[in-house]
């Protein structure tokens, strides 16, 4: 009898030992819950404004990633470097534009942007926006929350992302130059410059 009870306790603990496999099910399951992250690269497309005028230009990414779970973004963030900012106008404006009276990119190299979160916008019709995305930009040394709608689409193996946006108010980011918030839009006269900035995403996985 004792014999039996120790045969039974022997091929219990070796069941318990074996390891069990993991089924293509389960393997599926998991990666389903688990975030892929994707490098990305890029540029930034501007445009300021000026009293019956515009300029604009680019800004490289200098690195970043996306974050994206069954095959939909959930996260992500993207490193702006400054010093690389061009503009298609003057190179007089271009080297202005990079001093302290704008974005002091010798001081300040790069700006950054954080998703915060991200909401599908449900029943979007091909070729428009798909997602609405708010995060935390920072430029200079100050963080403000920004959002905005982006369209976001796999297509050959890569995601794209475009999107098309605008700071509305550059003070918040300490670039105060020529703002009609600290001098009166008389004494500037037509060197007054719009306090919003124009923004588009291009975007694309590597």
């Known amino acids: 009898m004792k014999s039996i009870i120790l ?3 022997l091929i219990a603990s070796t069941a318990v030992a074996q390891p069990k496999k993991i089924t293509k099910k389960v393997k599926d399951a998991i990666a389903s819950q688990t975030a892929v992250k994707k490098d990305v690269e890029g540029k930034v497309l501007w445009i300021g404004y000026g009293v019956g005028k515009s300029h604009d230009g680019t800004i ?12 939909e973004l959930v996260g992500g963030h993207f490193v702006l470097d400054m ?16 001093s302290a009276d704008f974005f002091g990119v010798e001081k300040y190299k790069e700006a950054t942007f954080k998703i915060t979160s991200v909401e599908k916008i449900k029943d979007a019709k091909a ?41 509305k108010d550059r003070t918040k ?16 006269g037509d060197k007054l410059i719009e306090d919003k900035i124009k923004i588009k995403l291009d975007l694309k996985t590597k």
């Open 173 to 188: 980011y300490d670039i105060v130059y020529n703002s009609a918030q600290f001098k009166s839009v008389s004494a500037l």
């Open 127 to 167: 070729g428009e926006p798909n997602y609405k995305i708010k995060g935390d930009l920072k430029i200079k040394d100050k963080t403000n929350p920004e959002e905005f709608k982006a369209l976001v689409i796999k297509e050959n193996e890569k995601w794209t992302a475009t999107a098309e946006t605008e700071i």
């Open 60 to 71: 490289n990414i200098k690195e970043g990633q996306v974050e994206l779970k069954n095959e």
């Open 7 to 9: 045969a039974v306790a």
């Open 83 to 98: 010093p690389t900012l061009q503009t298609n106008d003057s190179p007089k404006l271009q080297g202005h534009l990079r």
